[in-house]
């Protein structure tokens, strides 16, 4: 994998993980669903703008992974986008406080690991 095509990964991976960021804040303006408001819960999301930025963030990464599919194999970029779990959980940690358990570090350094040996160049 070239720098320009880690260029286009980190872009695609940073905006899809900004995206669940916004969705977790909207789902939280939103409350919790359960049968009795399903309903009013699915159309009030589209007045939640939190939820609007997440899919658009969603839709802004989806066309940036397309871009780099078009210049790298799909057993490369599949796995390689895997790092946004590792984004996904500081960013968990960080902003939204969420606990870190030593087993889930572990798991992220097995992530990190293997992405490394995916896209590594031989």
Same mark, same amino acid.
């Given at each position: $994998?070239?720098?320009? #095509?880690?260029?286009?990964?980190? $872009?695609?991976?940073? &905006?899809?993980?900004? +995206?669940?960021?916004?969705? !977790?804040?909207?789902?939280? !303006?939103?409350?919790?669903?359960?049968?009795?408001? @399903?309903?009013?819960? &699915?159309?009030? $999301?589209?007045?939640? /703008? #939190?939820?609007?930025?997440?899919?658009?963030?969603?839709?802004? +990464?989806?066309?940036?992974?397309?871009?780099?599919?078009?210049?790298?194999? %799909?057993? @490369?970029?599949? /796995?390689?986008?895997?790092?946004?779990?590792?984004?996904?959980?500081?960013?968990?940690?960080?902003? =939204? !406080? #969420?606990? &870190?358990?030593?087993?889930?570090?572990?798991?992220? +350094?097995?992530?990190? =690991? +293997?992405? @490394? %040996?995916? @896209?590594?160049?031989?």
């Amino acid at each position: $994998m070239s720098i320009s #095509e880690f260029i286009l990964l980190l $872009m695609s991976v940073l &905006i899809s993980v900004t +995206g669940q960021f916004f969705l !977790k804040t909207g789902a939280l !303006k939103l409350g919790k669903v359960h049968a009795g408001n @399903i309903l009013s819960h &699915i159309l009030s $999301m589209i007045t939640i /703008p #939190e939820l609007l930025l997440g899919i658009t963030c969603y839709g802004i +990464g989806a066309i940036a992974y397309i871009l780099l599919l078009t210049r790298v194999n %799909l057993s @490369i970029a599949g /796995p390689a986008v895997s790092v946004g779990y590792i984004f996904s959980v500081l960013i968990g940690y960080f902003v =939204l !406080k #969420e606990p &870190i358990s030593v087993t889930r570090v572990f798991g992220l +350094g097995f992530i990190v =690991l +293997g992405v @490394i %040996l995916v @896209i590594w160049k031989k």
